[in-house]
């Protein structure tokens, strides 16, 4: 396991079935696996439950455990991908796609992040006057208190993002922190049960959270946690 993760947003071409999109993308996962510092794998289908932000708009997420500089991992991603040695379908330039490099900013869990079955995700970017590390430090406390309130959350990790790709640029001004939890039971049930923590005073929200830009996911995995061979 790692502590730092790279996430792959995508949508299937409007003529191409799941069916037929997870099979490919099944197998794919092992020619991104060849990249050196991709450890492992998993996949996920997801639906948006709160704002419409991206992420919210794309249907599928591959999550990429890491580990080492991530420079250096991307680029040699891209030499990957240039190479001729992945077999990428006709319709693959039809695939939407979003990515992001997370990097780790601490849980009271331990480093090493865990590919849950079922993960929420929950990003999000600071109200303008609020620097980062500001925000975050006050997202370390929230997390945590999320957790405790709330038997349906086992555990937390929270990530600095950092665009990937295809096209960084575009995501410059998009989520900047992401929270990701793993739940136990239905996200509407948890989520419910949270707003009740806050609306009887159990937890606690500054002045400026109604000025958090959010967007979260529910995820549910495909397939099993798959790793690097050899």
């Excluded at 998993?42 to 794309?58: D, H, I």
């Excluded at 640029?169 to 239905?186: F, I, N, T």
Aim: proline letters at 8%.
């Amino acid at each position: 396991m790692s502590e730092n993760i790279h996430l792959v947003f995508s949508t299937p071409p409007a003529e191409i079935g799941d069916e037929q999109y997870n099979q490919w993308y099944d197998a794919h996962l092992g020619e991104i696996l060849v990249v050196p510092g991709f450890s492992a794998a998993r996949r996920y289908g997801l639906q948006p439950v709160n704002g419409t932000a991206t992420p919210t708009e794309f249907r599928f997420l591959s999550m990429y455990e890491i580990e080492g500089d991530i420079p250096e991992i991307m680029e040699a991603l891209r030499k990957e991908g240039t190479s001729g040695n992945m077999q990428l379908p006709e319709w693959f330039r039809g695939i939407s796609f979003a990515s992001w490099n997370c990097v780790q900013l601490g849980n009271s869990h331990g480093k090493d992040v865990v590919m849950p079955d079922h993960p929420y995700l929950v990003f999000s970017t600071p109200p303008p006057e609020l620097s980062f590390d500001d925000y975050s430090e006050w997202y370390g406390v929230h997390l945590e208190e999320n957790v405790a309130n709330s038997p349906l959350l086992r555990r937390g990790w929270r990530f600095r993002l950092e665009p990937a790709g295809p096209s960084p640029d575009a995501y410059r001004d998009g989520p900047a922190h992401l929270a990701m939890y793993e739940l136990e039971g239905d996200v509407e049930d948890m989520r419910s049960g949270l707003h009740k923590k806050i609306e009887a005073g159990g937890i606690v929200l500054p002045d400026w959270f109604a000025g958090i830009r959010f967007a979260s996911l529910d995820a549910k995995a495909l397939g099993g946690r798959v790793a690097k061979q050899g």
